[in-house]
């Protein structure tokens, strides 16, 4: 274990020893075990330890193909994971259309004020019109239940089978850049062409979120699928460590979508 621990930042060791005890229980008790929702980059640490493992295998699904937020399931190699094994379910939000305008942002703001952990629903999707989420299956009555607004809009939801979930918009742009450190003032003034004073100036306001999670350190450290979000902006996924120049610049290659 400890050569993993070297490999990631220290912040994750906690993360690296909840896999390490869900690998042990799916390899001890020869039986499949499911996680909540992950980024990319906890999957990432997941496949890191399932590696160490011949006789396991690590399997992840978020509802529908290219999900950015999935859950895992750690089991015996010889498993076969369906969808419904990871227990989701998708939910259509209802809102008079005509007269209200629903946003990613709102509909995630809703879901967290009210009290549910990130880690409980996945991606929150549309194709321009038609707003669906996924959310783990234990809390598909509770969401029901308990929320009757998003924002200002009355809302109800309507449960749906996986397959009709809708097509998303694709927003995000293939972007290339070099940078000195992999620090996440670096990271947000090159992708989204500001200056490194304006980016950190955003980030000591509580403006940027690193993997979801709020981040005040201009000097963080940005490793391979961190997803960044930076308010009034958008969103940035660190793709690639593509080698270094020979002046000592990492080249990196990154999605974005712009706000």
Excluded: C
């Excluded at 640490?45 to 999900?67: E, Q, R, T």
């Excluded at 703001?109 to 990130?118: C, E, I, Q, V």
């Excluded at 972007?175 to 000195?180: E, K, Q, W």
């Amino acid at each position: 274990m400890d050569a993993i621990y070297q490999h990631f930042r220290k912040d994750e060791a906690a993360l690296i020893d909840h896999f390490a005890e869900l690998i042990e229980t799916a390899r001890t008790e020869y039986r499949a075990v499911l996680t909540d929702f992950t980024d990319p980059r906890q999957r990432l640490i997941a496949a890191s330890l399932i590696n160490a493992h011949d006789d396991m295998k690590l399997v992840h699904f978020g509802g529908y193909p290219h999900a950015e937020r999935q859950r895992l399931i750690f089991a015996p190699d010889y498993f076969a994971a369906q969808p419904a094994d990871f227990d989701i379910r998708l939910l259509q939000v209802v809102y008079p259309e005509k007269f209200a305008e629903m946003h990613h942002s709102t509909i995630q703001g809703t879901l967290l004020n009210a009290g549910l952990d990130r880690d409980v629903f996945g991606d929150i999707v549309t194709d321009g019109r038609t707003w669906q989420f996924f959310v783990a299956a234990h809390m598909e009555d509770w969401v029901m239940s308990n929320i009757t607004k998003i924002g200002r809009v009355g809302v109800h939801f309507t449960d749906y089978p996986l397959a009709a979930a809708v097509t998303p918009e694709n927003d995000w742009e293939s972007i290339s850049f070099s940078v000195s450190a992999l620090r996440l003032d670096a990271i947000v003034a090159h992708g989204f062409n500001m200056s490194r004073q304006r980016a950190k100036m955003l980030i000591q306001a509580g403006k940027v979120r690193l993997n979801f999670g709020e981040n005040d350190a201009p000097d963080a450290e940005v490793a391979t699928s961190d997803i960044i979000s930076v308010r009034g902006f958008g969103r940035l996924r660190l793709d690639a460590i593509l080698g270094e120049s020979k002046k000592g610049k990492l080249r990196v290659s990154a999605a974005v979508i712009h706000k």
